[in-house]
C-alpha cells in the first residue's frame, strides 16, 4: 500500500509537471504505400528530446517547453524529414508524417535507430523480426517463411522437418503464447514443420519473448510470439504473385478510398491465399525423400480491412481459415485439422488528451482429429473469445501502461491410449485479468516493474504475478538488464511431453483431476506456474557489430502432463490405487536454464547473425518401480538439446545489387531417447474369457530408463540464391534457386521400434521459384 501511494503520488506530480509544458504525437508512414514506418527516430532536432515509433509508427514526445522545433524524423532507405512546429503550453500537436524512400543506395546509408532505442528499452528476452529479416535465411521452397527463421532465434530448439515443434527456452509449445494482431492463434505451424501459416508478406513486425515478458502478457508460463500484420497498400493496387516446387501464393491488397488533402481518412484491404502441392510434387520430384511422397498438404487465407481517420485513430477488421491434412505418413492413418478466427482491433487519438487508447476483440475455433496405425483415434476442439483493452501515458521517456483482458473457451477432447483407457474432457472456461506497467528512467537506471492479476474462473483460483525489468547503461555501447517475474497458465497440451512425434496438437482446460500429492508435499493449485529470472549484456563492438549476451533460470514448479501411465480407472473400486496410475494427468516440476550468444553484423551488403545457445532441461515425475513403491526421477524430456550454434549470412551482389546469396548452418547436440531393454508378446486381456493360449499377441517393448540415451549430434546446410529483374518502377520478376540439407546429412528423427526402422530428417532436397511483384 506505502508504494501503490508513493506511486500516485509520482504520477500527479508528472501530471502537474507535464501540464507546463506541451506534447507533440502522430504516426510516421511510407509515403509510397501508406504503411507505418516502424522503430524510427523521431525526434527535435538540437535538443534531447527523441522517441522511436513503435509497432504502429506512433511517436509521442511529450514534456516539451514552450517554443519553435524542428521536428525531424531519420530511417535507413528514407530521405530525412524536418517540419517546422510551435510547442505551446498546454497544447497537444498531432502530426502525420510521410517518409519518402531515398535515392542513396544501401551500401552508402549507415545510420540506424537500433542503437538509439536500445538505450531507452530494456529488450531483455526479445527478438524483433521483421520481413526484411525473414527474407535473408535461406528457406525450403524458396518462399521466407517466420517458421524457419524462429529457428536461428537464441533460444528456440527445433526438433525435426517432419512434425517437428518449436521449444522456447524449456518451454513445450502449449507454454507458448501466439497472437495475430491480438487474436489468439492455437496452432501456428504446419505439420512438416518447416511453414507457418503466416504469409511473412503480410508481417509487420513480430516481437517474440523467450522468457520475463512484462505483465502485458500472462497465461502462458515460457513465451510469447506478437505478431502485427500491415494494413494494405493505401496509395494504389499492389500484390505478389509466387510459385515453387512446393506451393503458391497470392497477395492482393490496395485502397479502398485515397486519402486526400480535404479528408486525411482512408480504407485499404489486404487478402493473401497461400496452399501446398508438396505432396503431389514429391511424387516425382523428391520420391527419394519417401517412396510415397511427401503427404504434407496445407491451405491458409488471410484478409484485413483497415479503416484510417484523419489524425491517426485507425479500426482494423480481419478474419483468417488455415488447415492441414496429413494422409498415410508414418504412425499417421490420417490427420486433418483446420483453424479460423475473426476479429478487430481499435486504435483511438483523443483529440484533448494525450492517452493513446488501444482495443480488440477476436473469435476462434481450432479442431483438430487422428487416425493412427495403432487404433487409438483421438480428436480435439477449442474455441472462444479473447477481448484487451489497454491505456498508456507518456511522461517524457517515462510511460504508464495499464489495461484489463477476458477471454472465454470451449474444450472438448477424446483419447483412448494403447490399453484401452479412455481419457475424454469437456470444459468451458473463463479468464480474467488486468495489469499495469510503469517505465521510468533514473538517470543511467530504467526501471520497469509492471504486476498482472489473473482469475481463472473454471478453476476459482486467483494467481498474483509481479514481474520486473531494468537496464543499467554503463555506457552508450555497454549495458546490463534483467527481466524477471512470476507466470502460469491454466491451458494443457493433449499430447504428452514425453511423445517424440507430436502430429497431434490438441488443446485441454486445466482440470481438477490431479494428484492429490506430489512428492510428499500436498497440491495447493491447479494451474501450471513458472518463475522466471534472466540477465543479460549488451555490448555495441560498433556502430555495425552487436554482442548479447543472456543467462536465464526458469522454475517449472507445477507442470501437468496427460498420463500415458494410466491403468485403473478413477473410482471407489480403485481408491488404494496410487493417483500416478489413475487420475487423467500428472504432476510434474522442472527446471530449464542456460545462456544465449548472439553476434549480428549488419553494413553495407553483408548480414551475419551467429547464435550460440548452452540450454539443460530437466523434469521431475513420480514413478512407480518394480517393488510398488513410488519415487520421484528426475529425466531430461526429448527437447532437451544441450549445444546449439546457428549461423546465417546474406550478401548482396551486382552492378545493380540484384543479387543475393544467403547460408545457413545449424548444428545441434542430440536428443534424448529412452532406450529399448527388450521385446515381448503383449496378450490385451479384453475381457475374463481372453484364451492367451490361442490368441495372436502384438509386439510390447520393454523400456529402459526414461530419456537417458542421446541420439547422434544434428547438422545441416542450406543456401538460397536470388536474383531480382526490374520490369518497371513497380514490378519486380525474382528467380529464386535453394537446397536444403546441402550435403545431404542422414540426420535420425526418432527410431520405429516396431518396424525395427530409423526415420530420419529429410535429405537433400533442392527447389526452384519464381515470383513477380507489382
Known sequence: ???????????????????????????VYDKDNGEP??????????????????????????????????????????????????????????????????????EEFTVTAEKQEKQKAIYASITKITPKQIDKIPSMGTEPDLAQYLQVVPGVIFTGDQGGQLYIRGGSPIQNKVLLDGMIVYNPFHSIGLFSVFDSDIIRNADIYTGGFSAEYGGRISSIMNITTRDGNKSRFSGKLSSNTFGSKILVEGPLHKSNNNDGSSTSFLLSAKTSYLEQTSKSLYKYANSNGLPFNFDDIYSKISLNANNGSKVSFFGYNFADRVNNYQLVSDLNWNESGIGSNIILIPATSSVLIKTNFAYSRYYIELNSQDQTPRNSLINGYNFGLSFIYYF?????????????????????????????????????????????????????????????????????????????????????????????????????????????????SGTDNLQKEFDGNTVKSKLQKSKHAVFGIEYDI???????????????????????????????????????????????????YGVDFLLKYDYKRLFFWFVYSLGYVDRHAEILDNSGQIYVEKYPPHFD?????NFVSSYTFGRNLNWEFSTRWNIGSG???????????????????????????NMGVLYSKLNQGRLPYYHRLDIALKHKFEISDNSTLETSFSITNVYNRNNIFYFDRIRHKRVDQLPFLPSFGLSMTF
Not at 13 to 25: D, E, P
Open 671 to 697: 536428443f534424448p531417447f529412452t532406450q529399448t531393454s527388450g521385446l515381448y508378446e503383449f496378450i490385451p486381456f479384453s475381457d475374463i474369457n481372453t484364451d492367451y493360449t490361442s490368441i495372436n499377441g
Open 641 to 645: 538439446r544441450r549445444h546449439n550454434i
Open 1 to 27: 500500500m506505502k508504494y501503490l501511494k508513493s506511486l500516485i503520488l509520482f504520477l500527479f506530480i508528472s501530471q502537474q509537471i507535464a501540464a507546463q509544458t506541451g506534447t507533440v504525437r502522430g504516426f
Open 396 to 508: 517524457g521517456d517515462d510511460k504508464l501502461d495499464y489495461g484489463i483482458e477476458t477471454l472465454g473457451f470451449k474444450t472438448n477432447f477424446e483419447y483412448t491410449n494403447s490399453i484401452d483407457r479412455k481419457i475424454s474432457q469437456k470444459e468451458n472456461t473463463t479468464e480474467l485479468a488486468g495489469y499495469v506497467k510503469y517505465k521510468h528512467s533514473f538517470g543511467k537506471l530504467l526501471l520497469e516493474p509492471s504486476f498482472r492479476l489473473q482469475y481463472y474462473a473454471s478453476l476459482s483460483e486467483i494467481s498474483p504475478e509481479p514481474r520486473i525489468g531494468l537496464k543499467y547503461k554503463i555506457s552508450d555501447d555497454f549495458r546490463l538488464k534483467f527481466a524477471g517475474g512470476f507466470y502460469s497458465q491454466n491451458l494443457i497440451a493433449t499430447n504428452s511431453d514425453r511423445d517424440v512425434v507430436n502430429l497431434f496438437s490438441g488443446f485441454l
Open 542 to 592: 560498433n556502430n555495425r557489430l552487436n554482442a548479447n549476451i543472456e543467462g536465464y533460470y526458469k522454475y517449472n514448479n507445477q507442470l501437468t502432463n496427460l498420463n500415458r501411465n494410466k491403468i485403473f480407472d478413477d473410482n471407489s473400486d480403485n481408491y488404494d490405487k496410487p493417483d500416478c496410475l489413475k487420475k487423467d494427468f500428472i504432476i510434474e516440476t522442472g527446471d530449464a
Open 37 to 106: 514506418i516502424i522503430f524510427t527516430n523521431v525526434y527535435l532536432k538540437g535538443t534531447n528530446h527523441g522517441i522511436a515509433t513503435d509497432v504502429n509508427g506512433f511517436y509521442n514526445i511529450s514534456k516539451v517547453k514552450e517554443g519553435k522545433y524542428l521536428l525531424t524524423v531519420s530511417y535507413v532507405g528514407y530521405d530525412l524529414l524536418s517540419i517546422p512546429i510551435t510547442i505551446i503550453k498546454n497544447g497537444i500537436i498531432t502530426k502525420k508524417l510521410y517518409l519518402a524512400k531515398s535515392s542513396i543506395r544501401l
